[in-house]
């Protein structure tokens, strides 16, 4: 039976929506603009909800992204694309002016404007942070009488690379919500427990210390019982490259795990001691000065004191002659030579 479209007059064998083919495809638009939902952005973090609170790089690709997916393109065209232009107009909202260009039976180009707006607020994790929620404390202690600035600016570093790289990995709570000084250290109070203890985990790692963990409970959340960890990080009372005495003799730590490892300056014999060792400071390796060699004898070298210009004997250093330089360190009234060995 043939048909006749109510548009153009032609014969068919059948209508779609009332009319043939043709006309039907001409008559259909090339995309459907559906209206935008608001971005959710966190006021605190910058995360963006995208089926979960995400952190993102560039917030104008998000608003590209979100833009495409409220273009809905007929499934008949062919050879389709879409242009895009993104206009800041506030701190929340865009404006996106774009054209969508195919074929659909002729060539057809469809321009479109969406309002995108930012609808800020605060994500959970944000949220319990900013109400003080910790699931952890690394109490940093040291050996010594409190940890040193040095120890405690590297804690730090430690501390803000681990996090940013936990967060980017979706552990959201790795953050540091408070921290107190306290008579012989720092508290610091992290919003994860698992982030607390891969910062202990590193502190040690790269600074040496002994560890101990204590959990209690505190409270429930979802019919489980929720508990609150105390890691105590001592951190050693040396570091690497400090030149010290011990049992008489000048030695300098050469590493440290959870125990101190220790090379003496002139018979490489090494020893292992507890972190709590009591051994007399002499100085750092970093702080010795190479001075010219005078004069020498069997067993020790003459060289001219840096500071006040004198000539003075030093233990020899094997290898080093008149005419050569020789790496001493100053240790009050004297002057202790370095092998160049450990420099």
Request: proline fraction near 6%; charged fraction near 25%; glycine fraction near 8%.
């Amino acid at each position: 039976m043939s048909l006749i479209c109510p548009m153009c007059g032609r014969q068919t064998d059948h209508l779609e929506e009332g009319k043939c083919p043709e006309c039907r495809l001409k008559s259909t638009p090339l995309a459907t603009i559906h209206p935008p939902e608001p971005i959710r952005v966190c006021r605190g973090c910058g995360a963006v909800f995208d089926t979960k609170w995400v952190d993102v790089d560039d917030i104008e690709q998000l608003i590209r992204k979100r833009a495409l997916e409220c273009i809905g393109v007929c499934p008949e065209a062919k050879g389709v694309h879409i242009e895009l232009s993104l206009f800041e107009m506030s701190s929340n909202r865009y404006r996106v002016e774009g054209m969508v260009v195919g074929t659909m039976n002729t060539d057809v180009s469809q321009p479109f404007v969406l309002d995108m707006r930012l609808a800020y607020e605060s994500c959970p994790s944000c949220s319990r942070v900013a109400g003080g929620y910790f699931e952890a404390v690394v109490q940093v202690r040291s050996y010594s009488k409190s940890p040193s600035d040095a120890q405690l600016e590297r804690v730090y570093r430690i501390l803000e690379a681990l996090f940013s790289a936990l967060r980017e990995r979706g552990d959201r709570l790795a953050q540091l919500t408070r921290e107190e000084n306290v008579r012989g250290g720092v508290d610091l109070y992290v919003g994860s427990a698992k982030a607390a203890k891969k910062l202990c985990t590193e502190a040690i790692s790269q600074l040496g210390g002994a560890l101990t963990t204590t959990s209690t409970p505190a409270g429930r959340r979802d019919g489980r019982d929720v508990y609150r960890t105390t890691y105590a990080l001592r951190l050693p009372s040396r570091s690497v490259g400090d030149v010290v005495r011990c049992e008489g003799e000048p030695c300098v730590v050469v590493g440290i795990t959870n125990r101190l490892h220790i090379e003496s300056l002139y018979r490489k014999s090494t020893r292992i001691l507890p972190l709590d060792s009591p051994l007399e400071m002499l100085g750092k390796l970093k702080d010795t000065e190479s001075v010219p060699v005078l004069d020498e004898d069997a067993t020790a070298l003459q060289v001219l004191h840096p500071k006040t210009l004198t000539p003075v004997w030093v233990k020899r250093i094997e290898g080093v002659h008149v005419g050569d330089v020789v790496d001493v360190l100053v240790v009050g009234d004297e002057l202790l030579s370095v092998p160049r060995d450990y420099l």
